[in-house]
């Protein structure tokens, strides 16, 4: 629904600003999807005479118009207060009043500048609806009334500046489909007064047309009032109505029907108007004619106002005179009984119908108007008489006229009044603040819920029935009769929402947040790095926190650590706090050798205890020792044994998929072979290493390690650096490539002193855009291979993000590869 | 001419039963329908016949192509569905896979994870402080009396320089305390010494759970139902859960918390030594004397908190006869817990 802030202003004096209103509406349940700004124009934009216009010779559509402007200052108006102005506007005639916009002027999207068109100058614009910034409507220049002065500004005539709204209702709130109700809401919201329209008393009625009104479907009908008006004179609204309704998103007809829209607009309750002398009797020779509320017949015609025919199939709820059907009720009306400018005498309906049978019939037939959309929404038909009334006395002020009769009413069904009782405790208990009596009856009354008393809670609706007083507070009550346009409010916890809703969620307190306690990250590391040791065959061991102190020196240490010591340990071999994880490991290895195991893996994630001064550290630790194969035997598929490659992957795959941009060095550590044991670190920070143990390191465990042949390796991870450096490393998506790439194997001679790692760099950095990826497939030494080299084989992906690549660009960019390789390191092609 | 066009059907029938590859399809369709087929010639022949003749004759030739066709067809259909089936002459489908060798966690990581899932599941976030604890953190702050017997050398391992093994983990929740403000949900696993000689329900290492919690309205209800819902997310929604006063320095009141067993199922056996019941650990209501030391306002705050043994859950749980077996790490055993999560 769409709101324009100088119209809702009619019901309650708020003076905040666009966002705050904004805000406000936004904050009371009420979407605001859109702000639309309409600008002012300023003392130059003007009502003027068109005095002539005529054809711009050589063209079909531009007028030159002389344009009266009357007392309106502007230096180049001739001598008679007019001014040339050309026109392309197919509407643009001479005789009419029109919106002239003067150089100067700034439209809401340009400002107006005195030019020339086809040689001939033009001092300003004629303005459309669109211009003007009402509507979207450019199909013409604006008429205006030729009662209007020349001279009127259209700030004043537009009430500009204004300000659209296009609010989001839910579907169970039909009270705020008019001005009124988004009044009360706010009225509500502030704990400001809304302004009711004062309805004029209605003149006696002194026509003498009568019609006769039959409800033949009360349930789908629950309550239709008629009455007739005589002696209208169908105009052109006035300019205050029609921008009214054009600034709501309608479009002017004429008065009465502008008239029917406004009170749509403004109560939310929908109204049609019939041509009386276009209704027929049921009786020839009668002598007025009927309206009927019935179905339709299967197979019933019926024109519409948009001009279309409806085979209707008999279900549907129809407003029909004697004859033939003039209304889809609740939907559409009749072409045929419509409101013309030819009409005279008038039949006005405010009814209410059944929601699901309007949805039903909107549905059906595809036609979803401003009406049917109210009425699907349940709307109360406590109201209808008098919405009747406030539509009469605009018609009689606005197209004149004389009431017929008194207002018939068809009610059969009445709505019966609902008192509902809500506990202020409940509201506590609920919302989670106190909220006191006063200001719950301010705001209910506010929203037109009648205060009618206090006492003991019951649930229900205690329309009618004694409320019992009681000293309870938590039982005690305040009972409020719901308003009939209220349809959503049915219990006591309808009316919580509307008090916490109105007072504002911000008003529940806040909580208190906990501080973030855990770390959240570290933890996930920890158990990321025993699931990959896991996913490797490794299985977790525990061991004690306090360890033989001789241990290190079995590890090659020379001198022993600054150990932790224990003042009274059990014994001699648990006295000191362990300061690595590796000798117990090595103990639960030897341990299951002595048990005929043969291929163990085993890891621990602990801390480690370092006296460091006067104080310690408590660092966690991962470390695994690895040997013998890494499967189960099968008699058809060998498992791998474990070796250099095989724990290197282990490793590295662990960081890689941390994405840590690690570098590797030498480990130098006393336990460990020299050229396969690497320490890795990153930014400073050491990770962790990998390595193999020394055999003699072996035998301080008592392992022989002739007699077992298996290489042992062991790798350690830092699992508190780890956790710091990877903290924090969002990953972010790459596009996935849209060309495909190429595989191109290379097999090369290497000289034995160039490193893989060299000729994979090299490869790479011949065109970093284009090779993604090298990797090897296979290497081999032979008698075959000449001295001092060995033969290395490669795939190398290459991939261009910007295109499919081309055998040339491909052919190209290995040929430099090659030479590369051949100048850099010596190596040549096999 | 109609026993001709029969006994090419027939033929054709019989080769393209014999069919046992696309390729044989292919020629045999080509013998029998393509341009050198008998029954392509016999189309040519349609030319010598009468204008009335023609169509009866034109019937009988497209019958003969149309089952020939339709023969092809299912027996080209039959090679396909054949080839999708395995050779199985000869194969011993009873041989075993190849299976990925995987390892798996410590049984105490495994009751570890699950505790940690359990209580964070419910909110509690997991805080960790260091096993070297000062006398201040492991026994004052917990309101542990100057001449309380757990401060002895054999209860507690004290180390040089004057700092001590901590020897139950209500450490980490005084350092919270010290450090964040309520609400506080904590818990908090980890090691813990007491100087007990290892025996099959002793180690002088072993693993606690402390939960803490803290916050505005917190009453024994709310120790109730955390344990209720621990013990039945640990052990099964059948298992009954109650406390029963006891004393700790630091709570007030104190229980002990029992679960019903879960060998049992609460009639009485060996494990639970015929009551029905199971000891848990520790708990109560955090004593206001502990809040004050901390700087919390007792009378706007209270809290609970409890302790739990993480081995003699895992004892429990897996029906693990001895504590030192779980600190042996004898593969033989740790294998037995390959994939249990
Ligand atoms: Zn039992």
């Given at each position: 629904?769409k709101?324009?802030?100088?119209?809702?202003?009619?019901?309650?004096?708020?003076?905040?600003g666009?966002?705050?209103?904004?805000?406000?509406?936004?904050?009371?349940?009420?979407?605001?999807?859109g702000?639309?700004?309409?600008?002012?124009?300023?003392?130059?934009?003007?009502?003027?005479?068109?005095?002539?216009?005529?054809?711009?010779?050589?063209?079909?559509?531009?007028?030159?118009?002389?344009?009266?402007?009357?007392d309106v200052?502007?230096?180049?108006?001739?001598?008679?207060?007019?001014v040339?102005?050309?026109?392309g506007?197919p509407?643009?005639?001479?005789?009419?009043?029109?919106m002239?916009?003067?150089?100067?002027?700034n439209?809401?999207?340009?400002?107006?500048?005195?030019?020339?068109?086809?040689?001939i100058?033009?001092?300003?614009?004629?303005?459309?609806?669109k211009?003007?910034?009402?509507?979207?409507?450019?199909?013409?220049?604006?008429?205006?009334?030729?009662?209007?002065?020349?001279?009127?500004?259209?700030?004043?005539?537009?009430?500009?500046?204004?300000?659209?709204?296009?609010?989001?209702i839910?579907?169970?709130?039909?009270?705020?489909?008019g001005?009124?109700?988004?009044?009360?809401?706010?009225?509500?919201?502030?704990?400001?007064?809304?302004k009711?329209?004062v309805?004029?008393?209605?003149?006696?009625?002194?026509?003498?047309?009568?019609?006769?009104?039959?409800?033949?479907?009360?349930?789908?009908?629950?309550?239709?009032?008629?009455?007739?008006?005589e002696g209208?004179?169908?105009?052109?609204?006035?300019?205050?109505?029609q921008?009214?309704?054009?600034?709501?998103?309608?479009?002017?007809?004429?008065?009465?029907?502008?008239?029917?829209?406004?009170?749509?607009?403004?109560?939310?309750?929908?109204?049609?108007?019939?041509?009386?002398?276009?209704l027929?009797?049921?009786?020839?020779?009668?002598?007025?004619?009927?309206?009927?509320?019935?179905?339709?017949?299967?197979?019933?015609?019926f024109?519409?106002?948009?001009?279309?025919?409806?085979?209707?199939?008999?279900?549907?709820?129809?407003?029909?005179?004697?004859?033939s059907?003039?209304?889809l009720?609740?939907?559409?009306?009749?072409?045929h009984?419509?409101?013309?400018?030819?009409?005279?005498?008038?039949?006005?309906?405010?009814?209410?119908?059944?929601?699901?049978?309007?949805?039903?019939?909107?549905?059906?037939h595809?036609?979803?108007?401003?009406?049917?959309?109210?009425?699907?929404?349940?709307?109360?038909?406590?109201?209808?008489?008098?919405?009747?009334?406030?539509?009469?006395?605009?018609?009689?002020?606005?197209?004149?006229?004389?009431?017929?009769?008194?207002?018939?009413?068809?009610?059969?069904?009445k709505?019966?009044?609902l008192?509902?009782?809500?506990?202020?405790?409940?509201?506590?208990?609920?919302i989670?603040?106190?909220?006191?009596?006063?200001?719950?009856?301010?705001?209910?009354?506010?929203?037109?819920?009648?205060?009618v008393?206090?006492?003991?809670?019951?649930?229900?609706?205690?329309?009618?029935?004694?409320?019992?007083?009681?000293?309870?507070?938590?039982?005690m009550?305040?009972?409020?009769?719901?308003?009939?346009?209220?349809?959503?409010?049915?219990?006591?916890?309808?009316?919580?929402?509307?008090?916490?809703?109105l007072?504002?969620?911000?008003?529940?307190?806040?909580?208190?947040?906990?501080e973030?306690?855990?770390?959240?990250?570290?933890?996930?590391?920890n158990n990321?790095?025993?699931?990959?040791?896991v996913?490797?065959?490794?299985?977790?061991?525990?061991?004690?926190?306090?360890?033989?102190?001789?241990?290190?020196?079995?590890?090659?240490?020379?001198?022993?650590?600054?150990?932790?010591?224990?003042?009274?340990?059990?014994?001699a071999n648990?006295?000191?706090?362990?300061?690595?994880?590796?000798?117990?490991?090595?103990?639960?290895?030897?341990?299951?050798?002595?048990?005929?195991?043969?291929?163990?893996?085993?890891f621990?994630?602990?801390?480690?205890?370092l006296?460091?001064?006067?104080?310690?550290?408590?660092?966690?630790?991962?470390?695994?020792?690895?040997?013998?194969?890494?499967?189960?035997?099968?008699?058809?598929?060998k498992?791998?044994?474990?070796?250099y490659?095989?724990?290197?992957?282990?490793?590295?795959?662990?960081?890689?998929?941390?994405?840590?941009?690690?570098?590797?060095?030498?480990?130098?550590l006393?336990?460990?072979?020299?050229?396969?044991?690497f320490?890795?670190?990153?930014?400073?920070?050491?990770?962790?290493?990998?390595?193999?143990?020394?055999?003699?390191?072996?035998?301080a465990?008592d392992?022989?390690?002739?007699?077992?042949?298996?290489?042992?390796?062991v790798?350690?991870?830092?699992?508190?650096n780890?956790?710091?450096?990877?903290r924090?490393?969002?990953?972010?998506?790459?596009?996935i490539?849209?060309?495909?790439?190429?595989q191109?194997?290379?097999?090369?001679?290497?000289?034995?002193?160039?490193?893989?790692?060299?000729?994979?760099?090299?490869?790479?950095?011949?065109?970093?855009?284009?090779?993604?990826?090298?990797?090897?497939?296979?290497?081999?030494?032979?008698?075959?291979?000449?001295?001092?080299?060995?033969?290395?084989?490669?795939?190398?992906?290459l991939?261009?993000?910007?295109?499919?690549?081309?055998d040339e660009?491909?052919?190209?960019?290995?040929?430099?590869?090659?030479?590369?390789?051949?100048?850099?390191?010596?190596?040549?092609?096999? | 001419?109609?026993?001709?066009?029969?006994?090419?059907i027939?033929?054709?029938?019989?080769?393209i039963?014999?069919?046992?590859?696309?390729n044989?399809?292919?020629?045999v369709?080509?013998?029998?329908?393509?341009?050198k087929?008998?029954?392509?010639?016999?189309?040519?022949?349609?030319?010598?016949?009468?204008?009335?003749e023609?169509?009866?004759?034109?019937?009988?030739?497209?019958?003969?192509?149309?089952?020939?066709?339709?023969?092809?067809?299912?027996?080209?259909e039959?090679?396909?569905?054949e080839?999708?089936?395995?050779?199985?002459?000869?194969?011993?489908?009873?041989?075993?896979?190849?299976?990925?060798?995987?390892?798996?966690?410590?049984?105490?990581?495994?009751?570890?994870?699950?505790?940690?899932?359990?209580?964070?599941?419910?909110?509690f976030?997991?805080?960790?402080?260091?096993?070297?604890?000062?006398?201040?953190?492991?026994?004052?702050?917990l309101?542990?009396?100057?001449?309380?017997p757990?401060?002895?050398?054999?209860?507690?391992?004290?180390?040089?320089?004057g700092?001590?093994?901590?020897?139950?983990?209500?450490?980490?929740?005084?350092?919270?305390?010290?450090?964040?403000?309520?609400?506080?949900?904590?818990?908090?696993?980890?090691?813990?010494?007491?100087?007990?000689?290892?025996?099959?329900?002793?180690?002088?290492?072993f693993?606690?759970?402390?939960?803490?919690?803290?916050?505005?309205?917190?009453?024994?209800?709310?120790l109730?139902?955390?344990?209720?819902?621990?013990?039945?997310?640990?052990?099964?929604?059948?298992?009954?859960?109650?406390?029963?006063?006891?004393?700790?320095?630091?709570?007030?009141?104190?229980a002990?918390?029992?679960?019903?067993?879960?060998?049992?199922?609460?009639?009485?056996?060996?494990?639970?030594?015929?009551?029905?019941?199971?000891?848990?650990?520790g708990?109560?209501m955090?004593?206001?004397?502990?809040?004050?030391?901390?700087?919390i306002?007792?009378e706007?705050?209270?809290g609970?908190?409890?302790?739990?043994?993480?081995?003699?859950?895992?004892?429990?749980?897996?029906?693990?006869?001895?504590?030192r077996?779980?600190?042996e790490?004898?593969?033989?055993?740790?294998?037995?817990?390959?994939?249990?999560?």
């Amino acid at each position: 629904m769409k709101i324009a802030l100088s119209w809702l202003k009619q019901y309650l004096d708020i003076d905040c600003g666009v966002e705050e209103l904004s805000r406000l509406l936004t904050f009371a349940g009420i979407e605001v999807e859109g702000i639309e700004e309409i600008p002012a124009l300023g003392k130059t934009a003007v009502v003027g005479h068109i005095v002539s216009a005529e054809r711009v010779p050589k063209t079909d559509h531009l007028w030159l118009c002389m344009v009266d402007i009357g007392d309106v200052p502007y230096a180049e108006k001739d001598e008679n207060n007019q001014v040339q102005v050309i026109c392309g506007a197919p509407n643009c005639r001479a005789g009419m009043n029109a919106m002239l916009a003067l150089p100067g002027t700034n439209l809401k999207d340009f400002q107006i500048k005195k030019a020339k068109i086809r040689g001939i100058e033009s001092h300003g614009m004629l303005c459309s609806e669109k211009e003007v910034g009402i509507s979207d409507n450019h199909s013409g220049i604006i008429q205006v009334c030729p009662f209007i002065d020349v001279g009127t500004q259209a700030d004043e005539l537009f009430s500009l500046p204004d300000t659209t709204f296009e609010l989001e209702i839910t579907p169970d709130r039909s009270d705020l489909l008019g001005y009124l109700g988004i009044a009360r809401d706010l009225s509500a919201k502030l704990l400001l007064k809304s302004k009711e329209p004062v309805i004029p008393a209605l003149s006696k009625p002194e026509g003498s047309l009568k019609i006769e009104l039959t409800n033949l479907e009360p349930e789908l009908c629950p309550r239709y009032t008629l009455r007739v008006i005589e002696g209208v004179k169908i105009f052109p609204s006035p300019h205050w109505l029609q921008t009214a309704l054009l600034k709501s998103g309608l479009r002017p007809i004429n008065s009465v029907v502008d008239i029917t829209n406004y009170v749509m607009l403004e109560t939310g309750h929908p109204l049609h108007a019939f041509d009386y002398d276009k209704l027929v009797a049921k009786e020839d020779g009668q002598s007025h004619p009927d309206i009927i509320v019935r179905r339709a017949e299967p197979k019933e015609e019926f024109l519409a106002l948009d001009g279309k025919k409806y085979i209707l199939d008999g279900d549907e709820l129809l407003i029909a005179d004697g004859k033939s059907a003039s209304a889809l009720a609740g939907v559409m009306g009749g072409l045929h009984t419509s409101i013309t400018f030819d009409t005279v005498n008038i039949a006005l309906e405010s009814a209410v119908f059944e929601p699901g049978s309007v949805r039903k019939t909107s549905y059906k037939h595809k036609l979803s108007t401003d009406s049917s959309y109210r009425f699907e929404r349940h709307l109360s038909g406590e109201y209808a008489a008098s919405i009747s009334d406030r539509a009469a006395s605009l018609i009689l002020e606005i197209a004149g006229g004389k009431l017929c009769g008194e207002i018939l009413d068809s009610h059969p069904i009445k709505e019966s009044a609902l008192v509902l009782g809500v506990r202020p405790a409940r509201f506590e208990l609920l919302i989670g603040y106190k909220m006191d009596e006063s200001r719950i009856r301010d705001i209910l009354e506010r929203l037109e819920f009648n205060y009618v008393g206090k006492g003991m809670f019951e649930h229900g609706n205690r329309h009618g029935l004694e409320i019992q007083p009681t000293q309870n507070e938590r039982e005690m009550a305040l009972y409020f009769q719901i308003p009939g346009f209220r349809k959503d409010v049915t219990r006591e916890v309808d009316i919580l929402e509307e008090l916490s809703r109105l007072d504002g969620y911000d008003k529940v307190p806040e909580p208190e947040i906990s501080e973030q306690i855990m770390d959240r990250h570290a933890y996930k590391i920890n158990n990321a790095a025993s699931d990959w040791m896991v996913a490797h065959g490794a299985f977790e061991t525990l061991n004690y926190s306090f360890v033989d102190p001789s241990r290190m020196k079995d590890l090659g240490f020379e001198e022993e650590p600054e150990f932790i010591r224990l003042i009274n340990p059990q014994s001699a071999n648990q006295s000191v706090m362990r300061v690595s994880l590796i000798p117990q490991l090595l103990s639960n290895l030897a341990y299951n050798l002595n048990h005929s195991e043969r291929d163990i893996r085993l890891f621990e994630l602990g801390r480690i205890y370092l006296q460091e001064g006067d104080t310690h550290r408590e660092p966690k630790r991962l470390a695994a020792v690895f040997t013998g194969k890494d499967g189960e035997s099968h008699f058809a598929k060998k498992a791998e044994t474990i070796d250099y490659f095989w724990v290197k992957g282990c490793f590295e795959g662990y960081l890689a998929q941390l994405r840590l941009d690690y570098s590797a060095s030498e480990a130098k550590l006393p336990y460990l072979t020299q050229g396969e044991s690497f320490v890795y670190h990153m930014d400073g920070v050491e990770l962790g290493y990998f390595g193999r143990i020394l055999p003699p390191v072996l035998e301080a465990w008592d392992i022989d390690a002739q007699m077992l042949k298996q290489e042992v390796w062991v790798l350690e991870l830092n699992m508190d650096n780890i956790a710091k450096i990877s903290r924090n490393r969002n990953r972010i998506y790459e596009e996935i490539p849209r060309y495909p790439s190429v595989q191109r194997d290379l097999s090369i001679l290497v000289p034995l002193e160039v490193s893989y790692a060299k000729i994979k760099d090299s490869i790479l950095n011949t065109d970093r855009a284009l090779v993604q990826s090298v990797s090897p497939f296979d290497e081999y030494r032979s008698d075959q291979i000449p001295q001092g080299f060995r033969s290395l084989s490669l795939h190398i992906v290459l991939q261009d993000q910007e295109k499919t690549l081309t055998d040339e660009r491909i052919d190209m960019l290995m040929v430099s590869v090659q030479k590369t390789l051949k100048e850099e390191l010596n190596v040549s092609m096999r | 001419m109609q026993d001709q066009l029969e006994s090419l059907i027939l033929e054709a029938e019989q080769e393209i039963k014999k069919c046992s590859a696309p390729n044989d399809i292919l020629n045999v369709k080509a013998k029998f329908l393509g341009k050198k087929s008998v029954l392509n010639g016999l189309y040519g022949r349609m030319r010598e016949l009468s204008k009335e003749e023609r169509p009866a004759f034109g019937e009988l030739l497209n019958g003969a192509r149309v089952k020939i066709e339709s023969f092809l067809e299912s027996r080209s259909e039959a090679i396909k569905q054949e080839s999708w089936k395995k050779d199985s002459s000869g194969f011993d489908n009873s041989l075993p896979g190849v299976s990925l060798s995987r390892g798996g966690l410590h049984p105490l990581s495994i009751i570890r994870r699950q505790i940690d899932e359990v209580f964070m599941s419910m909110g509690f976030e997991i805080a960790e402080a260091g096993e070297i604890e000062d006398e201040f953190h492991n026994f004052d702050a917990l309101n542990t009396p100057k001449d309380h017997p757990s401060r002895n050398l054999a209860d507690t391992f004290y180390l040089e320089g004057g700092k001590l093994l901590r020897t139950q983990t209500s450490t980490v929740q005084i350092r919270v305390m010290e450090n964040y403000k309520p609400p506080i949900r904590i818990i908090s696993p980890g090691r813990c010494y007491r100087n007990d000689k290892p025996d099959p329900s002793h180690s002088p290492v072993f693993t606690q759970v402390e939960a803490l919690v803290v916050d505005k309205g917190i009453s024994m209800i709310d120790l109730k139902d955390t344990l209720q819902s621990f013990a039945r997310i640990m052990f099964g929604s059948n298992v009954k859960s109650r406390i029963r006063p006891h004393f700790f320095p630091f709570t007030e009141p104190s229980a002990e918390m029992d679960i019903s067993c879960v060998a049992c199922g609460g009639q009485g056996c060996r494990v639970c030594k015929q009551s029905g019941w199971l000891e848990m650990g520790g708990a109560g209501m955090v004593d206001p004397a502990v809040f004050d030391t901390l700087g919390i306002d007792s009378e706007i705050y209270t809290g609970f908190a409890f302790g739990l043994g993480v081995e003699r859950i895992a004892m429990l749980k897996y029906n693990i006869p001895d504590m030192r077996i779980l600190f042996e790490n004898d593969l033989r055993m740790l294998r037995q817990f390959r994939g249990e999560m």
